[in-house]
């Protein structure tokens, strides 16, 4: 089992920046990979990026403007130069080994235009 809190969400303005944090508990020596998800009002949950020994990838809507890094059980996501279309609820996941996922509550960020 790993268990997930995020923090860092909150209001910004256009243009800002805000850094949103996990902390990983638990079975953390099970982790395969570490990420962002996040998820609009009305819309589906998507990927936003993601961090494993093979690299990072990034949704192509926050490449050049996000950043993801991970050191030992946080991950974090740098994230300049924000726009409206932004605001969602951010939501940490963790693929660990035999595939499972584990997710945290998630952190609401809001940008104001």
């Known amino acids: 089992q790993v268990q997930l809190v995020e923090s860092g969400g909150g209001l910004v303005q256009a243009g800002g920046s805000l850094r949103v944090s996990c902390a990983a508990s638990?079975?953390?020596?099970?982790?395969?990979?570490m990420g962002w998800y996040r998820q609009a009002p009305g819309k589906q949950r998507e990927l936003v990026a993601i961090i494993s020994s093979g690299g990072t990838k990034y949704a192509d809507s926050v490449k050049g403007r996000f950043t993801i890094s991970r050191e030992n059980a946080m991950v974090y996501l740098q994230m300049n130069t924000l726009k409206p279309e932004d605001t969602a609820v951010y939501y940490c996941?963790?693929?660990?080994?035999?595939?499972?996922?584990?997710w945290g509550k998630g952190t609401l960020v809001t940008v104001s235009s």
């Open positions: 996941y963790v693929r660990a080994y035999y595939a499972l996922d584990y």
């Open positions: 638990g079975s953390i020596g099970s982790i395969d990979s």
